[in-house]
C-alpha cells in the first residue's frame, strides 16, 4: 500500500486519510500518519458548525485540518422511516468530503481565467497536485477569513473558496503554491514510517 501511495504521489495524485475515531486513545491512524512525511493528507471530522469532533486523534505535526464527518447521511436507508437515511460519523466520512473541496478547487483553477499569470501557472500550478501545495491551499483558501477555529483546526468549507473571484484568487493561490517547494517531499529512504 505505501508504493501505491508513493507511486500515485510521483504521478500528481493527492491522497486524502482519515485521521481515525478513536480520540486521545489512539494516534492518528495508517496511512494517515503519513501526513508528517507528505506523502498525504490528514483529515479530521468537526460538525456542521467547524467545531473539531471529540473523536479525532491528537494531530501533532503540519496542518490540523477538518470537515464536516457528523452526521453524514448515508446511503442506507433508515428502517425506522421510509424518508430518511441513517446518518453516520467519522473522520472516514469527513474524508470524502475534504477530497471533494479539493477536486472543487482543482477544477475551478484548471478553468481560471490566468491574465498575466500564463508564466506562473505553468510554473507553479502542477504544485497544486501535491499533498503539501493542496493542503496549504485548502488551509489559506476554503476556511473563514480567520483561519482556523478555537480549537487550532482549519475547517474547510467550499463556500470559502468558490466565492472569491478569478482576479483575486488567481494570484493569491498562484504566491501560496510559490511558497512550497519544486520538491516537497523527502525520499522513500528519508520517510520515517509510523506504524498504525
Not at 3 to 31: C, L, Q
Not at 133 to 151: I, P
Not at 168 to 180: A, E, F, M, Q, Y
Request: proline share 6%; net charge negative.
Amino acid at each position: 500500500m505505501l508504493e501505491s501511495i508513493r507511486t500515485a504521489r510521483k504521478n500528481g495524485v493527492v491522497i486524502f486519510a482519515a485521521a481515525g475515531n478513536e480520540g486521545g486513545n489512539r494516534d492518528v491512524f495508517w496511512p494517515a500518519a503519513l501526513y508528517s512525511s507528505g506523502d498525504v493528507i490528514c483529515i479530521s471530522s468537526s460538525n456542521d458548525f467547524g467545531v473539531q469532533s471529540g473523536f479525532n486523534p491528537e494531530v501533532e505535526h503540519g496542518r490540523r485540518i477538518c470537515t464536516l464527518g457528523e452526521g453524514v447521511p448515508s446511503c442506507q436507508p433508515d428502517l425506522s422511516s421510509s424518508l430518511q437515511v441513517v446518518h453516520r460519523s467519522g473522520t472516514s466520512f469527513a474524508t470524502p468530503i475534504a477530497a471533494a473541496i479539493a477536486a472543487i478547487v482543482l477544477a475551478v483553477m484548471d478553468k481560471a481565467d490566468y491574465g498575466g499569470f500564463e508564466e506562473d501557472k505553468e510554473r507553479l500550478l502542477p504544485r497544486l497536485r501535491t499533498a503539501r501545495g493542496m493542503e496549504s491551499v485548502l488551509c489559506k483558501t476554503c476556511v473563514a477569513r480567520s483561519g482556523s477555529n478555537s480549537s487550532g483546526f482549519s475547517y474547510i468549507a467550499p463556500w470559502f473558496f468558490v466565492d472569491v473571484e478569478d482576479k483575486i484568487l488567481v494570484p493569491k493561490i498562484l504566491d501560496i503554491l510559490g511558497s512550497i517547494p519544486e520538491s516537497p517531499f523527502p525520499s522513500a529512504e528519508q520517510t520515517t514510517l509510523v506504524p498504525g
